[in-house]
């Protein structure tokens, strides 16, 4: 008889993984199941794998794979289905929950909207800016005035063309880049090439973002190890960090990804960055192994 893995299907503005309870579930070899499972034809489809187990230092830890079987550190519109999972599925009753990830503890407050965890707040932390750890080579020698302990707005050609890109790891790097026409852009092409770039050594996801307002900006990513998805909450919170350090606008604001809207705040008393948005179950199945 085959074995059948049983997992819980939910999105996060349309950043949509594969929850599997470690609390009850066995997963052998993760890397290998997030490529089959995330297949979109041949599997549950997803833009990869989430395993929820216990922790030694907070309530709960969670482990994250790319629909291409690579491990991230973390991922921001997963930790807020997390919490909404372990509070419905009564792993913790609590309305603050601790979270383990590969990028340290992350603390969810969860939203209730007529008793039910519609979503959540995330304190994601401080953003990290200095170079090397997030990590992105610098340039042998610095143009004038240059901070080097930051990469904003430095000139990188990709594929042919000189952009402006602001690295920023919300623990997993981000390379942001502001520009008009984001609608118009040939992402699969261009995505891997800013992905793959040698000046990142650990790869890179990368946010195209058009400014509309001091209180609002647009924004498409391309994730590593994922591609094109309609949402990343590490990304909305390194695309407003990147906004704020280029004058673009104030610390709170409304990133509108394809998936719908996340609202950041980069808070100047404690330098954490807090993302707001909803976490959806969509639907519970069995996985046969």
Not at 67 to 80: I, L
Not at 192 to 201: D, K, S, T
Not at 241 to 247: I, Y
Request: charged fraction near 25%.
């Amino acid at each position: 008889m085959v074995a059948g893995l049983r997992f819980t299907k939910m999105q996060g503005i349309g950043n949509d993984y594969v929850y599997v309870n470690g609390f009850e579930e066995r997963v052998d070899n993760p890397g290998e199941l997030a490529k089959r499972i995330s297949d979109r034809h041949f599997g549950v489809g997803s833009d990869g794998l989430v395993l929820i187990l216990p922790s030694g230092v907070a309530d709960l830890r969670m482990r994250m794979f790319n629909a291409d079987g690579s491990e991230a550190e973390m991922c921001g519109n997963a930790t807020r289905c997390v919490g909404k999972y372990a509070r419905d599925h009564g792993i913790v009753n609590k309305d603050v929950i601790r979270l383990e990830t590969a990028a340290g503890i992350k603390i969810i407050r969860l939203l209730f909207e007529a008793g039910e965890v519609r979503g959540a707040t995330v304190d994601m932390g401080e953003p990290v800016l200095a170079p090397d750890l997030i990590p992105v080579v610098l340039a042998p020698a610095l143009t004038e005035g240059e901070d080097p302990q930051r990469f904003i707005a430095r000139p990188v050609e990709v594929g042919g063309r000189t952009y402006a890109v602001t690295a920023v790891s919300m623990g997993n790097p981000h390379a942001v880049v502001f520009m008009q026409g984001i609608d118009d852009l040939d992402l699969p092409k261009l995505g891997p090439l800013f992905e793959h770039h040698p000046i990142f050594p650990k790869r890179t996801n990368t946010e195209f973002v058009e400014v509309i307002s001091s209180t609002k900006i647009k924004m498409r990513v391309w994730e590593r190890g994922a591609g094109e998805t309609l949402a990343c909450g590490t990304g909305a919170c390194a695309a407003a960090v990147a906004s704020v350090l280029n004058g673009h606008t104030g610390r709170s604001l409304d990133v509108e990804l394809k998936g719908g809207v996340l609202h950041i705040d980069w808070d100047k008393s404690d330098d954490h960055v807090y993302m707001t948005g909803g976490a959806v179950a969509v639907f519970d199945g069995v996985y046969f192994i």
